[in-house]
């Protein structure tokens, strides 16, 4: 008798576990539905492809100078900070490194809206040389 209630119990026991373990993994499973649905709508695709595909740009020029902007108003903070007598050793290193990498993508997209212009003002970005002068 003790040993068939024993067993009854742990077979019960066993149902509750499984049941337990199924309603996890419902749960889970619904979650994991109602995540998918999210990103596609935020995403706009339910293919994860498409998800990372940047949108098409309309106005490349508008779009560079508007990076270019911000790019300028965070090396004028950066400048700032540089220059500010409570700034440690280390954290003025680290602005001058950030810094640097600022300005030289600055002066990338300054360069690139200056070439799609054709107003380059480098020397290696004139055009075709012409005739020489008599």
Known sequence: MIEENRAERMERLRREEDAAQARRESARQEWARRRNEFRAALLGSADPLAQQKPPAIDDFD????????????????????????????EDRRLAIASLTRMIQANVVIARTVGAMAGESKTVRGGGAPGRAPD
């Open 62 to 89: 508008a779009l560079l100078r508007v990076e270019a902007a911000q790019l300028r108003n965070a090396v004028d903070y950066l400048m700032g900070e540089v220059l500010s007598d409570e700034a440690t050793r």
